[in-house]
């Protein structure tokens, strides 16, 4: 079945330092993928999303872009900050499916 | 525009206890209706979806239950509450399969 595999946490970054969460996917046909942000005590917001292969998904200075060559969909922000500071999920939506497959989140803790 | 509303926020309640949780979407119509459950330390959990009045999909067999009684209501009973329901529960909607869900902004349930 349809699956996501991310990089384990947690992570500790510094104020400014460069964050990269690999997401890799298992899923037949042409899923969308998403990145969603967990923030403490708090349900879960979409960061960005991509719909096709080659598309980049861009919000609040983080990106990725889906690879279907690699089946992945790696989040990227250049500077992070200690607002960044959150449970990061990759997600999987298949073709026409209602169910969304989640990673098991990571972690990212950013010290001022 | 479109919001999702989730109460209570937090809930203690004795094993044996019954449960119910409710979910209601405002600014929209006919909406997908989901219920996540986010065990401490693991990922996120399908437990019910809708895709219109009274009709319920289970993907995992337990002691919960979900019914929608209106529209844009989505409620999660239990009769017996076990300690092993403790968790964090999200309701989420959609109403595009190409794009991901609005979360609502969860119920913290300890089960004691």
């Known amino acids: 079945g349809d699956s996501v595999t991310q990089m384990e946490g947690p992570v500790t970054l510094s104020e400014e330092a460069f964050l990269t969460i690999n997401c890799t996917y298992t899923?037949?046909?042409?899923?969308?993928l998403f990145w969603y942000v967990q923030y403490p005590g708090e349900g879960l917001q979409l960061l960005l999303k991509?719909?096709?292969?080659?598309d980049k998904g861009s919000n609040k200075g983080f990106e990725a872009t889906y690879r279907k060559e690699t089946t992945s969909f790696h989040l990227e922000k250049g500077s992070v900050q200690v607002s960044d500071s959150a449970v990061y999920f990759c997600?999987?939506?298949?073709?026409?499916?209602?169910?969304?497959?989640f990673g098991a989140g990571t972690t990212v803790t950013v010290r001022a | 525009s479109q919001t999702i509303h989730q109460w209570p926020a937090t809930l203690v309640q004795p094993v044996g206890s019954p449960l119910s949780l409710e979910c209601t979407v405002e600014?929209?119509?006919?909406?997908?209706l989901y219920w996540y459950r986010q065990a401490a330390g693991r990922g996120l959990q399908l437990l019910f979806y809708?895709?219109?009045?009274?009709?319920i999909s289970s993907e995992v067999p337990q002691n919960l239950s979900a019914s929608r009684p209106q529209d844009r209501q989505f409620i999660l009973s239990s009769k017996k509450l076990l300690l092993s329901d403790s968790g964090f529960y999200l309701c989420?909607?959609?109403?595009?399969?190409?794009?991901?869900?609005?979360f609502g902004s969860g119920t913290r349930l300890t089960v004691v």
């Open positions: 989420a909607w959609d109403s595009d399969r190409s794009y991901g869900y609005t």
């Open positions: 899923a037949t046909g042409y899923p969308s």
């Open positions: 991509a719909t096709k292969a080659d």
């Open positions: 997600v999987l939506r298949a073709s026409n499916d209602y169910k969304l497959s």
């Open positions: 600014g929209t119509s006919n909406p997908n």
């Open positions: 809708s895709v219109g009045i009274g009709q």
